[in-house]
């Protein structure tokens, strides 16, 4: 799998409480409803960045929509054959003696 | 690990808490913020670093290829493009890693209101009252460490132990989320073997001292007779002496805390050598407006100024005045540091890097002296003339207002102290006077 991340224009509703719901995101010249969020964390993105992450339905399919810091990016998964994924980092959770 | 008794007056009964203290360290942080940014970057030697052109060009940090290949923080990006001709050098974007260093001890304040900021990437944090809400300490550090890594991708090394310089010995063991642990019961197996410029406060000057005296490890310096100790290095020779054996009480710091000022010091790396004294006069004028400023806002006065010039050589040279009264006027602090480099007497005129600093700074001193002929009007009137060009300046942009005479060479004097961040300096550990 490959990601990629791409700035997007959202149409979004701001709470008084200063929480956002990301209502439309907009892409060439079309509006794509957010049909349900299903979960909303911070965490990290794997195409780079972080920040608050609303997995969103839209058009019966799941993506990833980024608040991060000022601005909104949607996070895109691609199927390589070639591509190899690099090895997730595994906790070292030894006690170290230095050498 | 040591003990904390706390007593519970509501229901009268005892607990007993082990004293945590964690030291987190981000692993080469501005290169893994970059590289969290930007992932194709892991994939490549990559150093951040500043502008050749602007001769500000040192390596700040680099990722683990560039390491491989040998570069060095500190080092000039000539030499480093020299070791590694395919590095990619990153410019740094202050602004990102103050906002996610502070995000990620947004964290480390979820648990405790005890968390200290040693620099931008390092933290202590207290975590022994907070085991009462989130269990086990140690268990409690790796909580921290895992969220952190989950939230933002980033690595942090975290040194668990009973007091602070333990702790962040610790955490200068094992790199890339290494999560070392030492308990009270066990410190001397894990620590006096390592080396004597392991421990806080032992610099290469210090080790080398302690080397002559025999010492190598933290071992010896614990075993050392302290008097002796003291002899040579004064009182903080005993401070080193009982680092090593595990005494260090001092607290972690409360969210929000922050240390009194010793000094107030601007330095800057000219875009083009300074020849001669008048092109000195206008660096230092932008850098005493900075540092009056700055003892304005935190209502403070100093009464010495010493100034730092460095050749086209790369040798330096500083030297110190006492003021005759206490000053927070650039007007003074120009004048004292031009008296300094008049004193200097240097022939040819080639400096690459100056810099002023202002130290014996009073918050009690709420009047001001003038000599016999000064008229206190005049200094209240520049004083007011100061604030109100720091006050355009803030509002409509440093080069709203300017000296004429800048203008003669703008590009020398075409920076903006004020503007960027004074955070980001390195700070002393200790705090305050040395308590054995």
Known sequence: ?99 | MRDIVEEDDEYSYTVIMKRIIIHSDINHCYAQIEEMLRPQLRNVPMAVGGSEEKRNGIILAKNDLAKAAHVKTGESLREAKRKCPELVIVHPDYDAYVYYTEKIKDIYRKYTDRVESFGLDEAWIDVTHSQRLFGDGVELAKRIQDEVYETFGITVSMGVSFNKIFAKLASDLLKHKGFVVIREEEYREKICPLPVEDLLMVGSRTRKKLNEMRIFTIGDLAAADPDRLQRRFGIMGVLLWSYANGQDESEVHEVGYTRPAKSIGNSKTVVHDITSMAQLREVFRVLSESIAARLRMDHLKCGRVSITVRSTELKSRSVQHKLMFFTDLAKDILEAAMQLAASLKMEEISLRSVGIQVTDLSSQIRFDQTDLFGNLNDVDRQRRMEQVLYDIRIRYGYDSCRMASSQVDGELTDFDPLGVLHQVHPIGALDGPIKI
Request: hydrophobic share 35%; proline share 5%; with cysteine.
């Open chain 1, 1 to 99: 799998m490959k990601y990629y991340k791409y700035y997007v224009d959202v149409i979004t509703l701001i709470f008084e409480d200063g929480r956002l719901q990301p209502l439309f995101v907009c892409w060439d010249d079309g509006r794509y409803k957010v049909d349900r969020i299903l979960s909303v964390r911070e965490m990290y993105s794997k195409a780079g960045g972080c920040g608050i992450c609303y997995l969103c339905s839209m058009q019966g399919q799941m993506r990833k929509l980024f608040w991060e810091r000022n601005r909104w990016f949607l996070e895109s998964e691609i199927f390589v054959p070639s591509h190899i994924d690099p090895p997730i980092e595994k906790p070292k959770d030894s006690l170290a003696k230095k050498t």
